[in-house]
């Protein structure tokens, strides 16, 4: 299974970017998928996540400016970024697990940085 992440970059505060994950080697639509940063001296969280039927979930801290996506035709899930704040400056990965097993695969990150 491959993953391939695209759409980081540099932006200025309040600025926007979408992330896209391109995923192979796995029937898409059996997983579930979902969009992980990693800040400098900080933890690896959850960003926000999509079932393999489209529910979604947001962290709170990007709730209303992050919208997950996924085109299950394309086997891709995107990550819209509208309003972007420094603190959003952070490596982005993307992750799928497979519903039955749980299995998961996490792609290489994305460096998003938001800074004037």
């Known amino acids: 299974v491959q993953l391939q992440a695209s759409g980081g970059g540099l932006v200025e505060p309040g600025g926007s970017l979408r992330l896209s994950c391109t995923v192979s080697?796995?029937?898409?639509?059996?997983?579930?998928a979902g969009w992980y940063r990693q800040a400098p001296g900080k933890q690896r969280e959850l960003v926000a996540a999509?079932?393999?039927?489209?529910?979604?979930r947001h962290a709170n801290s990007v709730k209303g400016r992050f919208t997950i996506s996924r085109d299950n035709a394309k086997n891709t899930v995107s990550l819209q970024m509208n309003s972007l704040k420094p603190e959003d400056t952070a490596v982005y990965y993307c992750?799928?697990?497979?519903?039955?097993?749980?299995?998961?695969?996490w792609g290489k990150g994305t460096l998003v940085t938001v800074s004037s």
């Open positions: 080697g796995t029937i898409f639509v059996l997983n579930d």
């Open positions: 992750r799928v697990a497979l519903v039955a097993t749980k299995t998961d695969y």
């Open positions: 999509i079932t393999s039927g489209g529910v979604t």
